[in-house]
């Protein structure tokens, strides 16, 4: 990996008690998106992983390192308010770790008995167990699988396994939200990813356009105005840099150029704007949505800015036709107006 020498030197440590067949050690990553924590936990646990490998073929069957690891997006067991619970993150471990005929579904189950299924999965395998939660923040106020699952030897829950825990988050204020029980448990160790400067995200740019385009078809100038702007719009994320660069050579290649000109750039740029605003609307529940169209159509009838009472009238509206198409009312929405 580019440019993360220090932090995976940092990162590494928290590896090799797993090579060298000691308990693992649980970590808590964060830092903004965009700035290589889940592409250094894949670098690290391919290595890792390859490492054991070679090291097992020298040793004898009862002397070699078992490692399991389970990685789990948080984010993909979200609801309509964009968080979830342990009880669904729990059902998430075991049907990665049950064949798919086998699974559970994420409801009609006590909580507590998901969290017995899991960890009687979880003992099943051998050695080492490396549990991967990436987006960990999305995880609500419960945090009782935060809590436990890194102490789940210690409390009796397995017995033939060691469980290793790493959580992955965005969210800065997310550590300090956590309870003390729960920081003292994840939080062994603690691992900031910085944002990219300027010059890092240039020389991770510069790799990639070596790899994807013709040498005639971008320039320095190039790779410094897509590095620029990431870094001043995206908080330094490579990430955005990347995504920057392969937008602005496909607008080139339409436009029929032969190099990446900065116009091509600055409508990428302008793209990718619009993409992230439609998608942080598509990402709001029902009632924000509501909130967004009654202020359109206030904004285009000329009524913005506009008062609360003018606010509330046309939320109201709205609401009232979208639940006149399916046949509901309109209370449950406006009461708390």
């Keep these: 990996m580019l440019c993360r020498d220090d932090v995976l030197k940092q990162y590494t440590s928290v590896f090799k008690p797993i090579y060298k067949g000691r308990p693992p050690q649980n970590a808590f990553l964060y830092g903004d998106t965009g700035v290589g924590k889940t592409a250094a936990t894949k670098y690290l646990r391919e290595n890792l992983e390859r490492d054991i490998e070679q090291k097992n073929q020298q040793l004898p069957v009862g002397e070699r390192t078992t490692l399991n690891v389970v990685w789990i997006n948080c984010e993909n067991f979200t609801t309509a308010d964009h968080k979830t619970s ?146 001043q719009k995206a908080s330094g994320s490579a990430r955005r840099a990347i995504r920057l660069l392969r937008r602005s050579a496909e607008i080139a290649e339409e436009d029929g150029s032969e190099q990446v000109e900065e116009n091509h750039i600055r409508q990428a740029d302008k793209d990718l704007e619009y993409g992230n605003i439609v998608e942080s609307i598509v990402d709001q529940d029902d009632e924000k949505l509501y909130i967004l169209k009654a202020l359109a159509h206030l904004d285009n009838a000329g009524l913005t800015p506009a008062r609360t009472r003018t606010i509330h009238t046309a939320y109201a509206r709205v609401v009232r036709t979208y639940n006149q198409q399916r046949g509901g009312g309109a209370e449950a929405f406006t009461r708390k107006w």
């Design 86 to 231: 342990s009880y669904q993150v729990a059902v998430g471990i075991v049907n990665r770790l049950r064949d798919k005929g086998n699974r559970i579904t994420g409801t009609g189950y006590a909580p507590q008995d998901v969290y017995d299924i899991m960890y009687e999965e979880l003992d099943k395998l051998e050695g080492t167990v490396l549990v991967i939660l990436d987006e960990v923040d999305k995880i609500s106020n419960d945090d009782t699988l935060l809590y436990e699952l890194p102490r789940s030897r210690d409390i009796g829950y397995v017995e033939n396994v060691r469980v290793g825990v790493i959580g992955i988050s965005n969210d800065y204020t997310f550590r300090k939200n956590l309870s003390p029980k729960v920081k003292d448990s994840l939080c062994e160790t603690e691992i900031k990813f910085p944002a990219y400067d300027a010059e890092e995200l240039s020389e991770i740019l510069r790799v990639r356009a070596r790899l994807a385009l013709y040498d005639d078809a971008y320039s320095q100038e190039t790779i410094s105005l897509c590095s620029a702007l990431a870094y």
